[in-house]
C-alpha cells in the first residue's frame, strides 16, 4: 500500500507495510493499533482499508490457531461433522490406535526337493578339475558324466503345476549350480513323486484342454480335460508342462529322458 497507490502521506504508506505478513503486529502510530484479534486501522486515515474486508484468510487462520491450542496442541481441520482433528474422529474423543501387522515371512519356495546322495557324496556336478581362473570357464566332458549325476527326487502333492515344473526345469538344466553352461548339460536327474496329486489354481480342472493329433491326418485330433488326463495318465501332466520350459532341439530332448516322473509315491 504505497503512497501513490492509495492516495496519502509516505509516513501513513510505510506504516501500513510495516504489519507482518501473517498480520500478527504492526507499527504503533495514532493510525493503526494492535488489539486482540490483530490489526484494527483508522477509518479516517486515507491509503487505508478496513482489515475486515482485506485479510479475512488471516482472520480464519489466527481462529483455527486458536481451536488447535483449545485443543491440545494439535492441528485441526472443519468438516460438515464440526471441528476435527487429524488422527480423532471428533474433539475430545478417544484416538485410534491402528493394530501392529503381523511381519511379513520370507519368501520361500513352496517346492522342496531332496538330492539322492549319500552322506558326503559331492552334492553338485562339476568343479572336479582345477580351475585356472586366469581362463573362462567352460563345462568338459568330464563335469557332463552321467555316471556322476545327482538324483533329486520332488514330492509333488499339494504343490502349484507351474512352479513345481518351473523348479523340475531348472534342475535338469543345471541352473542352480555355478558351473552352469546354456550350451552343455550340467544338471541331474529328477524324479517327480505323486503326480497325480499336482494342483492347479482356479477353474483349470475343468477347463484346461490337452490336444493331440496325428500329423497329415486330417480328423485324428483328440481332445481332453485335465481332469480326464489325471484319471488316465497323471505323468503325463507334470512332462508337458516340463517339456515346455526345455529349450527345443538336440539339447532339449536329451535333457527331457533325465525326467522321471511316477503317478504315487513309490518309484525304483
Known amino acids: 500500500l504505497g503512497s501513490g497507490d492509495r492516495g496519502g502521506s509516505k509516513e501513513e504508506g510505510t506504516r501500513a507495510k510495516a504489519w507482518e505478513r501473517g498480520g500478527r503486529w504492526c507499527l504503533r502510530s495514532t493510525s493503526c493499533e494492535t488489539t486482540s484479534r490483530g490489526l484494527s486501522v483508522d477509518p479516517s486515515v486515507e491509503g487505508f482499508r478496513s482489515r475486515k474486508t482485506t485479510h479475512r484468510g488471516r482472520e480464519r487462520g489466527r481462529e483455527r490457531e486458536r481451536e488447535t491450542r483449545m485443543a491440545g496442541g494439535r492441528t485441526m481441520m472443519r468438516g460438515r461433522s464440526g471441528v476435527q482433528s487429524r488422527g480423532m474422529a471428533r474433539v475430545g474423543a478417544r484416538p485410534q490406535v491402528r493394530p501392529a501387522l503381523p511381519a511379513r515371512p520370507a519368501r520361500t519356495t513352496a517346492v522342496r526337493c531332496q538330492a539322492a546322495a549319500q552322506e558326503g557324496q559331492i552334492k553338485w ?12 570357464y ?22 502349484t503345476l507351474g512352479r513345481l515344473a518351473s523348479l523340475v526345469a531348472n534342475y535338469l538344466r543345471g541352473k542352480h549350480l555355478p558351473t552352469f553352461s546354456n550350451s552343455m548339460d550340467t544338471g541331474g536327474y529328477v524324479v517327480v513323486v505323486n503326480c497325480d496329486k499336482v494342483a492347479v489354481t482356479g477353474r483349470k480342472e475343468s477347463d484346461k484342454m490337452y490336444y493331440y493329433h496325428r500329423v497329415h491326418r486330417p480328423g485324428t485330433m483328440k481332445t481332453e480335460t485335465f481332469s480326464e488326463l489325471r484319471d488316465r495318465i497323471p505323468e503325463r ?18 535333457l527331457f529322458t533325465h525326467l522321471k516322473c511316477y503317478g504315487g509315491s513309490d518309484h525304483p
Open 138 to 159: 567352460y563345462p568338459k566332458g568330464e563335469d557332463v558324466d552321467k555316471q556322476t549325476k545327482v538324483w533329486y527326487v520332488i514330492d509333488a502333492e499339494g504343490k
Open 237 to 254: 501332466i507334470v512332462e508337458r508342462a516340463v517339456w515346455g520350459m526345455l529349450p527345443k532341439g538336440r539339447l532339449g530332448r536329451e
Open 125 to 136: 556336478v562339476g568343479n572336479r578339475r582345477k580351475l585356472d581362473l586366469n581362463r573362462s
